[in-house]
């Protein structure tokens, strides 16, 4: 599985931003897609995951009832929507593919997509 992740950028705080990550290759192998982010000097930090078939989700504490995670199963494609967003939200943000759904933990994802860099300016 490649995935190709964007959408990233320099946001206000506030602001809202959209990733797009896109699945190709063996698409059909995985069961859960997540997004992690990584903040320089920190450890990378599950943000949201989503079962590829029911659609269930799941979300980091550190971003619930702000982010949101969708999929587009045509599309191979899935989203992160982040709204209100704080600076303490500046990362590079991953997305990955797992075996597995509802996984939370880095080491449960297998497929990693090359990050996105958002910026969040107070």
């Known amino acids: 599985v490649q995935l190709q992740a964007s959408g990233g950028g320099l946001v206000q705080t506030g602001g809202s931003l959209r990733l797009s990550c896109q699945a190709s290759g063996r698409t059909f192998s995985y069961l859960g897609m997540g997004w992690f982010r990584q903040a320089p000097g920190k450890e990378r930090e599950f943000v949201a995951t989503i079962s590829r078939s029911s659609g269930l989700t799941y979300y980091g504490d550190s971003v619930k009832g702000r982010f949101t995670i969708s999929r587009d199963i045509a599309k191979n494609t899935v989203y992160l929507q982040m709204n209100s967003l704080k600076p303490e939200d500046t990362a590079v943000y991953y997305c990955?593919?797992?075996?597995?759904?509802?996984?939370?933990?880095?080491?449960?994802?297998?497929?990693w997509g090359q990050g996105t860099q958002v910026t969040v300016s107070s």
């Open positions: 990955a593919s797992s075996g597995y759904s509802g996984e939370i933990s880095p080491e449960r994802y297998h497929y």
